[in-house]
């Protein structure tokens, strides 16, 4: 790669932005104050679309919208069936507005739309129908107590539930919290992150196409320091899901506990270890390492960011993660066979440029990249430094960037308590063909998710959290439920037990 490369004009995107206001009530609506906010195009830094820029009087607005839905219903009261159904319209609909979807997607985040419309939209409907599936499924105990008592236990929806998502996978997000919310019957306010509002916006209208009930979504549109805190402190919010970074997590805790208490689900960053074993197929490792680091441009939380390679197939391994990287197809996210996009924006272009540096500084060996790809945009050449030592700062904070981490190491001892020498725990990748070795360290390894020979399979009933700084809860799979469940004991005396 050189800086030299110049990236051609930019593709226009097959799809028009139609909703840009706020989503309240079931109806679209300006901000209280009239402000909006410009959306950017991370190809360019152009702007997109001006958005309603929602905060503290639209978050109330959305929050009693979502109260009077959940209080007055019908929603909570409609048969599991009837919201079943509802969740399973919608995902027709996702289908049938697949490419919108995907070319939204794509515009206000830059992932390339091969893969947002193949992969991305397909699970954010698979999702919905998974999450249909549990609505008519889920019910209480009987439970055999001492005495002579009859008791029982009804899963009843928790409330109003708030959800703040980030930019990575906009929709995807908007998937994992929707869907079980709306599954056990609650009502919701969702915040989308500033820099990709559009998605969620056309997604929850669709959901009111399918037949949504007024007032059981509503969409804010807006910025974390100001609409994000009003919904985490929000007095008549009963329980928060957030997903973003480990400090804004810290922020949100402390908000629902100044509150009201409510009870909060939390995924937040990582540092993933990536274990190449000695006896690993190492073409095949190379190949899922480089997918485990660069997928979505490096910005996934669980991206396997230190890539631990075994000293016996070390320098094998480095060739080909070296090759892997320099044939990495960048470019416009809307051309064919791109496999790498812009960085979402510049203040996260400019700090993983900060990162590489520091890892230049600090004695690291760069290999391949280091620098932005064209002269427009926010792209960065994939980059891969090797001979990198656990207290860098490459090695230890998440970049959330094209930026891979190769360390040596000699034994499975030595690399358990370096892969375990981090605040995060969010997941693992594992390559080895042995079994006992695959056990140990599946065993050993403090974090949420172990892939073993493979990386980020995200299936809708696969869980989905962190241990440690990472985070708390599960998202996705039969676990997500009870995140949004209230367990009610009911005790009635038995007259001739
Ligand atoms: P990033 O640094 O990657 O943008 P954040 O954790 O800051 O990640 O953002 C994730 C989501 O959290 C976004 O929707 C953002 O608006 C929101 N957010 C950021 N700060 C706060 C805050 N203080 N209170 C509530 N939400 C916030």
Redesign the pocket.
């Known amino acids: 790669y050189s800086t030299a490369v110049e990236v051609e004009e930019p593709i226009s995107p097959p799809v028009k932005v139609n909703y840009t206001q706020l989503l309240i009530d079931g109806k679209f609506v300006d901000s209280a104050s009239g402000k909006t906010f410009p959306t950017l195009d991370p190809r360019t830094g152009d702007v997109i679309a001006h958005v309603a820029e929602g905060d503290v009087e639209d978050i109330n607005r959305a929050v009693s919208a979502a109260r009077k839905a959940f209080d007055e219903g019908p929603w909570p009261r409609m048969t599991a069936y009837e919201r079943s159904n509802i969740l399973l319209r919608f995902a027709d609909l996702i289908e049938k507005h697949n490419d919108e979807l995907a070319a939204l997607e794509t515009w206000d985040n830059g992932k390339p739309y091969e893969q947002a419309a193949k992969i991305e939209v397909p699970m954010l409907a698979r999702l919905m129908r998974y999450y249909a599936g549990w609505a008519d499924k889920i019910h209480g105990l009987i439970v055999p107590a001492d005495g002579p008592h009859h008791v029982q236990t009804l899963h009843e929806p928790i409330g109003v539930a708030g959800q ?5 996978f906009p929709l995807l997000m908007f998937a994992w919290k929707v869907g079980p919310a709306l599954a056990c019957g609650n009502t919701i306010v969702l ?5 990709t509002p559009l998605s969620a916006i056309y997604a929850a209208k669709l959901l009111y196409e399918a037949g949504l009930p007024e007032g059981v979504i509503n969409v804010i549109s ?11 402190s929000h007095m008549e919010v009963d329980k928060l899901a ?8 810290k ?2 805790l402390q ?1 629902a506990a100044k509150s009201n208490l409510k009870p909060v689900t939390l995924e ?1 960053g990582g540092k993933s270890p990536f274990i190449v074993c000695e006896d690993a197929d190492v073409d095949k490792a190379a190949e899922m390492a480089h997918f485990a680091l660069f997928f979505n441009q490096g910005q996934c939380c669980c991206a396997g960011s230190r890539t631990f390679v075994h000293e016996k197939v070390y320098d094998e391994f480095i060739e080909k993660a070296k090759a892997l990287a320099k044939n990495r197809a960048v470019g416009d996210p809307f051309k064919s066979g791109i496999e790498q996009g812009p960085q ?1 924006d510049k ?2 272009f400019d700090k993983i440029l900060g990162y590489i540096r520091s890892g230049i500084e600090c004695g690291a060996t760069l290999e391949t990249g280091g620098e932005r790809f064209g002269d427009k945009g926010y792209y960065i050449q994939p980059t891969v430094f090797t001979n990198v030592k656990d207290d860098a700062l490459i090695a230890k904070e998440e970049i ?1 960037g094209p930026v891979q981490t190769i360390l040596k190491y000699k034994n499975l001892d030595e690399v358990i308590q370096r892969s375990n020498a981090s605040r995060y725990g969010l997941a693992a990748g594992v390559f080895t063909q042995n079994i006992d070795t695959a056990n140990t360290l599946t065993r050993a390894l403090r974090v949420g998710s172990v892939f073993i020979n493979c990386f980020d399979v995200f299936d809708a009933a696969i869980p989905f959290g962190g241990y440690k700084m990472s985070g708390q809860g599960r998202e996705k799979g039969i676990y997500s439920l009870s995140n949004y469940l209230q367990v009610k004991a009911v005790v009635t005396p038995l007259k001739n037990p």
Do not use: C, M, V
Not at 164 to 168: F, H, L, M, R, V
Not at 191 to 195: I, L
């Open positions: 703040i998502i980030p930019w990575n915040k989308s992150a500033e820099q807006g910025f974390g320091a100001t609409a994000g805190a009003a919904l985490a957030f997903t973003g970074s480990t400090d804004t997590g922020i949100i908000l937040l979402i203040k996260q959330f």
